[in-house]
Each structure stands twice: as C-alpha cells, then as structure tokens.
Nanobody, 127 residues
Framework: QVQLVESGGGLVQAGGSLRLSCAAS????????????MVWFRQAPGKEREFVGG????????SYANSVKGRFTISRDNSKNTVYLQMNSLNFEDTAVYYC????????????????WGKGTLVTVSS
C-alpha cells in the first residue's frame, strides 16, 4: 500500500521560509513514483481545503494557486520518491495543514482525482 508522509511543518515568523517534503513509500511495483502527478493542498482552520500547487509526472510542468504564485515552488526528486514545497515570504494567511496527494498517471489537480493522500503537516505563521 502506497503511503505519503509529509514533513517539515512547524512554526515560523511572517516573512520566513519553510520547506515541506512529501515522501512516498510502499512502492513495491509499478507504477513508479515518476508516474505520479504530485499535488499540494492546504486547509486552514474553518476553511475548505484548497489547491496550493502541483507538478505533473509527464513533462514536470507546475501550476500554482494565485495566492502562492511567486512565493512557493514545487520540485520533485524521483530517485528519492519525494516531492518538495519550498515556501518563502510566508504570511499569516498561509497558516494551514498542508497535504500532499498523488494522481497516478493523471494530470488533474482536482482533489477527486487523487489516488493517495498524506495525513498532513501543520504550518503556523506567526505575526
């Protein structure tokens, strides 16, 4: 069974940076991590889950929500079965639980298209 585990969350001051990681395990057979479109979502207290950004398995193209564009960067290391979310210039509105998800062989960012989800890591930005 494939598992996604997020790490790197924590408390940071406004204007600071964090790098989240999402490592996939349990990939004992095909399809491999390289065929996973990886997506980051977040859910702030009292709000609905929202798309943050994603990186497609084919071609490696990325997409970001307008609220994080220019501040957040997604990258992946297929040799480590890991995707990263570099977050810079954090502000209070970025406080949320961040989830990674995988869409196997797919290209959609839609939550309903995800095959696997992590349990999330909490990011708290203090003013």
């Amino acid at each position: 069974q494939v598992q996604l585990v997020e790490s790197g969350g924590g408390l940071v001051q406004a204007g600071g940076s964090l790098r989240l990681s999402c490592a996939a395990s349990g990939l004992t057979s095909a399809p491999t991590f390289s065929t996973y479109t990886m997506v980051w979502f977040r859910q702030a207290p009292g709000k609905e889950r929202e798309f943050v950004g994603g990186i497609r398995w084919s071609g490696g193209s990325t997409s970001y929500a307008n609220s994080v564009k220019g501040r957040f960067t997604i990258s992946r290391d297929n040799s480590k079965n890991t995707v990263y979310l570099q977050m810079n210039s954090l502000n209070f509105e970025d406080t949320a639980v961040y989830y990674c998800a995988a869409n196997v062989y797919g290209s959609s960012w839609f939550p309903g298209a995800m095959n696997f989800w992590g349990k999330g890591t909490l990011v708290t930005v203090s003013s």
